[in-house]
């Protein structure tokens, strides 16, 4: 390895060297399942930490954990990677870990990933819980609303208390904000808290992922590898989708421009990649395409993986420089199409019929086509992928255990952090006004009350002067009223006292 490029295999073209100055042109991993996507990953991101340049990568099957460790020299698979490393043409390879940090949204496999309700924002909410254009609308009312009021959007619960408030206001909200309807916020409460259930819960709060902690180096100046724990994430797909998108974009927004640098700031990998444009709205994939067109310039390559390069639009597929193309199968029509159109996408080599060969690279081997130092896509090679030199698998629970007891981010996530924000403020307001009419009903029966005393006392005083006989008879019954009068008084009072207090500590 150079300080500008690392070796990813080697074919009869030669060995193929990924550029690091042309990594943040983007890139595509495909191939069918078994085919070796995943070690070629490994390879990749063994290569980019080497050179100094953080990863992320979510790990879908468990195996990507394995670069934490170095490969064990055990037979049959060391004789194998040995092998493999004397026909790339690999001289002193060695196993050896690399830097790993374990991330979880849900916090059992690695650090908690969180954001903010707010830094989601309203479009990618609106994507994770599939709202209709009507829904949307009332969602980002909601946002515009908690904006204008100065609330924060922080959890679950601050975006229900908001949604519940805009319900009980809608009449009002509607007359400044546009139309706000019952039944749409009565749905997107539905979908929270399906969304609940599922978890995402967990995603939303805070400490907030700081950006900083995913691009870092180690003290050997190698890149730092963040992996996603995502076996459990992948049983959520829209999710999981909507995590990763959001990720991109803060990358995007918060990274300052650095031009075409000598080396990426952050590598980026996208695995199951056909999740984030499934069911997605044209509006959203012109986003994702506006994002990878430009977030080059803030010095991170991005680079999917998926099984078929048909999966990726084309605008966004025309974005991806270097690709790497594993089996695919040809059993139907459809797929032999498929293999016929991933085969077009390289640029031509005489001495290889790509489509053909498509259907015929056994494990571990691939079409590759990466770029040179002009920028432009080398002639296709079918290559044989380097060993890795970290373990081929995943981890023990012991061994991430102990991974992540050693990391340097995992007390700043450690533990979950409430502050006030719009869930506390609602409620509070509700509470307030809750007993201020708990203490005026108090307050209007007491009146009620004492009035009906007095015209009891009228009214007795009117008929003893009538019948002075039944002077005791009226006496006992005022001496009754006077009673009854008193007794609702300390009852007020005793209602005034306990509402006022809670009054008071609010």
């Known amino acids: 390895m150079s300080d500008e490029a690392f070796l990813l295999g080697a074919g009869p073209g030669g060995p193929q060297q990924m550029l690091l100055r042309m990594a943040n042109r983007h890139g595509l991993i495909a191939g069918a399942t078994g085919t070796g996507k995943t070690i070629t990953l490994q390879n990749l991101a063994e290569g980019f930490s080497a050179a100094g340049v953080p990863v992320f990568a979510a790990d879908v099957k468990g195996d990507l954990a394995g670069l934490a460790m170095a490969g064990s020299a055990t037979a049959p698979i060391h004789d194998k990677l040995v092998e493999r490393a004397r026909e790339v ?19 059992s496999q690695g650090h908690p990933v969180r954001t903010t309700v707010s830094e989601m924002g309203p479009l990618l909410l609106s994507r994770l819980m599939g709202l209709s254009e009507a829904q949307e609308g009332v969602l980002n009312i909601a946002f515009r609303y908690a904006d204008d009021q100065g ?13 519940t408030f805009v319900a009980d ?15 749409s916020v009565g749905s997107i409460q539905r979908e929270l808290l399906q969304l609940e259930s599922q978890g995402g819960d967990a995603f939303f709060g805070e400490p907030a992922l700081d950006l900083a902690d995913f691009i870092r ?41 650095v031009g075409d640098a000598d080396r990426p700031k952050l590598v980026f990998f996208f695995d199951e990649a056909h999740l984030l444009f499934d069911d997605a709205p044209e509006g959203l994939v012109e986003k994702i395409e506006q994002v990878v067109r430009l977030i080059r310039s ?22 991806l420089g270097n690709r790497i193309q594993h089996a695919l199968r040809a059993f139907t029509p459809r797929d032999q199409k498929a293999v016929k159109a991933a085969a077009e996408t390289f640029r031509p080599n005489p ?14 081997e691939a079409l590759v086509s990466l770029l040179d130092e002009q920028g432009a896509p080398r002639p296709v090679d079918r290559v044989l992928i380097r060993p890795p030199a970290s373990r081929v698998g995943p981890l023990t629970a012991a061994e991430r255990a102990a991974v992540q007891v050693a990391s340097a981010v995992g007390e700043k996530y450690g533990a979950t952090v409430d502050r006030e924000s719009a869930h506390e403020i609602l409620s509070a307001r509700a509470e307030a006004v809750a007993a201020a009419a708990a203490q005026q009903q108090a307050a209007e029966l007491a009146e009620k009350e004492a009035e009906r005393a007095a015209r009891e006392v009228e009214r007795a005083e009117r008929e003893r002067r009538r019948n002075p006989s039944l002077q005791d008879q009226m006496m006992r019954q005022v001496g009754r009223s006077v009673q009854r009068q008193f007794a609702n008084r300390i009852a007020g009072q005793i209602v005034r006292g306990v509402l006022g207090s809670l009054f008071g500590r609010r």
Request: net charge negative; glycine share 8%.
């Open 298 to 319: 803030k010095g991170v390559g991005i680079f999917f993986i998926t099984q078929n390069p048909g999966d990726i639009p084309e605008n966004v597929a025309g974005q």
């Open 351 to 364: 001495a290889v019929d790509a489509e053909a060969a498509i259907t015929e690279l056994k494990t571990g």
């Open 89 to 107: 043409g690999l001289t002193g390879f060695a196993y050896t870990d690399y830097p790993v940090v374990f991330w979880d949204l849900f916090g």
């Open 217 to 257: 180096s180690d003290e050997q100046g190698r890149g730092i590898l963040n992996i996603l724990a995502a076996d459990r994430l992948m049983t959520s797909p829209r999710l999981y989708a909507t995590f990763l998108l959001w990720l991109m974009s803060e990358l995007f927004e918060r990274l300052p421009e």
């Open 151 to 163: 609330l924060l959007l922080l959890n679950l619960d601050d975006l229900q208390s908001i949604l």
């Open 169 to 183: 206001n809608a009449t009002s909200l509607s007359a400044t904000y546009g139309n706000v309807t019952r039944p």
